[in-house]
């Protein structure tokens, strides 16, 4: 079966500071991941996602994820953060042979001034 | 922004009491989705639908019904509705199998359910 853990409920960095978010993920098919973003009262929308075409994925808004097989981590990364980045974050996977998106319980990310 | 509605917004309703929750997208999607969404544990999948009279069960479709008659239309029905089923619910639609390539899930914007 597949699963997905983020590591870290709630992240803290200051403004202009590098964010890491981290996921791991567990599937015994080749994996496709995703990087979901959802602000206040607002539904999801997607980041950025892995597809086996390169291993370091560029999304919206400066975010990029590396996917490491042999570290079964998919972690969204941004050079610098923004205030407009606070927002809670979920980490997703599917394959092939399920078709259906499988969340991980999501990361809230707080920007300081 | 992808053309799906969920209504109502905000619903507030009794223990015991039927509750039916509708999602309507505008694009022809095939695949139609719904989750629950709860702190601490993300977004569970309830139940989806891969075509008209098509649906399957997700990993917490206890107590949950589903119907999609028609290609626009996926309706979530809590039979007999319980404080448990207390969640913000979110419907998604994707084109094909989410499985990489140029399928990716389109959420709508959440139902919030309280059931007292």
């Known amino acids: 079966a597949q699963s997905v853990t983020q590591l870290g409920s709630h992240v803290s960095v200051s403004e202009g500071a590098l964010v890491l978010l981290r996921c791991n993920y567990s599937s015994s098919v080749p994996p496709y991941l995703f990087w979901y973003v959802q602000y206040p009262n607002q539904g999801l929308q997607l980041l950025l996602k892995y597809t086996s075409a390169a291993t370091l994925v560029k999304g919206i808004n400066g975010f990029e994820a590396e996917f490491k097989k042999s570290e079964t981590s998919f972690h969204l990364t941004k050079p610098s953060a923004h205030m407009s980045d606070a927002a809670e974050y979920f980490c997703?996977?599917?394959?092939?042979?399920?078709?259906?998106?499988?969340f991980g319980q999501g990361t809230t990310l707080q920007v300081k001034p | 922004d992808a053309g799906i509605t969920q209504s109502p917004r905000h619903k507030v309703t009794e223990t015991g009491t039927p509750v039916t929750l509708r999602c309507h997208q505008t694009?022809?999607?095939?695949?139609m989705y719904w989750y629950r969404q709860d702190p601490g544990h993300g977004l569970r999948l309830i139940h989806y639908?891969?075509?008209?009279?098509?649906?399957d069960k997700g990993e917490v479709s206890d107590g949950y019904s589903v119907s999609r008659s028609k290609t626009e239309d996926f309706l979530l029905t809590l039979e007999s509705a319980t404080s448990s089923q207390t969640s913000v619910y979110f419907c998604?639609?994707?084109?094909?199998?989410?499985?990489?390539?140029?399928?990716?899930?389109?959420f709508g914007q959440g139902t919030r359910l309280t059931v007292v």
């Open positions: 997703a996977v599917s394959s092939s042979n399920t078709g259906k998106l499988i």
């Open positions: 694009e022809n999607h095939r695949y």
């Open positions: 639908s891969y075509g008209v009279k098509d649906t």
């Open positions: 998604a639609i994707s084109e094909g199998r989410i499985a990489g390539g140029d399928t990716e899930a389109f």
